[in-house]
């Protein structure tokens, strides 16, 4: 839990569904954009989700009904807006690019997660079931709550299921394979990976109570194809 001016923006980051991921102080090479007016950001808090309890807020949404495209992105927009008025903050969202901003970076900076031989981050508890949906940046330091670092579960996993896990093998160490990943995941043969998520997520056992549900891993893969 955040104190000070930090801890009122968590609780009505929580409230409105998102998951705190976490704060920081910038520094040079952070690679964070300046605020509107020109101002160089200070400190950046990162907004998304973790485990599979957020995506219950964003399901029960006009957004996620209103058959419009981009249903999560702009939820996560209007949830992170209305945020950035309240707090002063301004939004930042990691879909939009190219140039893409540097989440995964960002977010190994507001709390614990390390790179998977996946690609994608894993957190000490909620493994790979966690995902960022924004970041706000502020032009003060808030003095966030520094990262306590324990290391990294694949350190301990001798066995690295993750990378046997695929049927077409389009992962291996520092190489994802995505071509060779979509036309499985389009064919009979990967309704699988389409409707339950990646097997080869789904292969590892750490924070394996996390899981996505069926209907949110099928939205995510679906979004993946598109
Ligand atoms: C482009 C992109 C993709 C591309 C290409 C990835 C690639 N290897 O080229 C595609 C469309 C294929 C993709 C797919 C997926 N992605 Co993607 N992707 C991105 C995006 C928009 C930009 C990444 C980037 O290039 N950043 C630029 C560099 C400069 O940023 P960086 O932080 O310094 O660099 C990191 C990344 O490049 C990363 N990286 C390197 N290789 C790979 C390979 C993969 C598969 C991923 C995910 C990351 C990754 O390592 C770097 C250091 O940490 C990010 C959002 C963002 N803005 O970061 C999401 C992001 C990385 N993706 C994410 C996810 C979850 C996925 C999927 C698993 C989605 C799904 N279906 O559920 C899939 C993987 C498919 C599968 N088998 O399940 C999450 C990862 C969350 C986490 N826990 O880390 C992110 C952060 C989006 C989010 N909103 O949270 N993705
Ligand atoms: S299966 Fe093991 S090596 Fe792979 S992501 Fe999970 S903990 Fe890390
Ligand atoms: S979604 Fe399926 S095909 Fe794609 S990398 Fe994961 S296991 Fe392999």
């Given at each position: 839990m955040e104190i000070g001016p930090l801890a009122d923006l968590q609780a009505a980051a929580q409230a409105s569904g998102?998951?705190?991921r976490g704060a920081f102080s910038v520094r040079e090479g952070d690679d964070v954009p300046a605020l509107a007016d020109g101002t160089v950001a200070r400190t950046l808090v990162l907004l998304g989700f973790a485990g599979r309890d957020h995506w219950q807020r964003f399901a029960a949404s006009d957004e996620a009904c209103?058959?419009?495209?981009h249903p999560l992105d702009r939820w996560s927009r209007r949830c992170i807006e209305a945020l950035a008025c309240r707090f002063g903050g301004t939004g930042l969202y990691?879909?939009?690019?190219?140039?893409?901003?540097?989440f995964q970076r960002w977010a190994m900076r507001a709390e614990e997660t390390h790179t998977s031989p996946l690609g994608i981050l894993i957190h000490p508890r909620w493994g790979l079931w966690h995902a960022y949906r924004g970041a706000l940046a502020f032009a003060?330091?808030?003095?966030p709550t520094p990262v306590a670092v324990t290391g990294s579960p694949c350190a301990g996993c001798?066995?690295?299921?993750c990378l046997t896990g695929c049927p077409v093998d389009a992962i291996a160490p520092g190489r994802y394979d995505w071509r060779r990943c979509a036309e499985h995941v389009r064919s009979a043969a990967g309704e699988d990976c389409l409707q339950l998520g990646c097997r080869a997520r789904r292969a590892?056992?750490?924070?394996?109570?996390?899981r996505y549900t069926a209907a949110e891993a099928e939205f995510h893969m679906r979004a993946f194809l598109r």
């Open positions: 998102l998951a705190w209103d058959g419009a495209a990691p879909s939009e690019g190219p140039p893409w901003l540097p003060t330091d808030l003095a001798a066995a690295k299921p590892c056992p750490v924070g394996a109570e996390h």
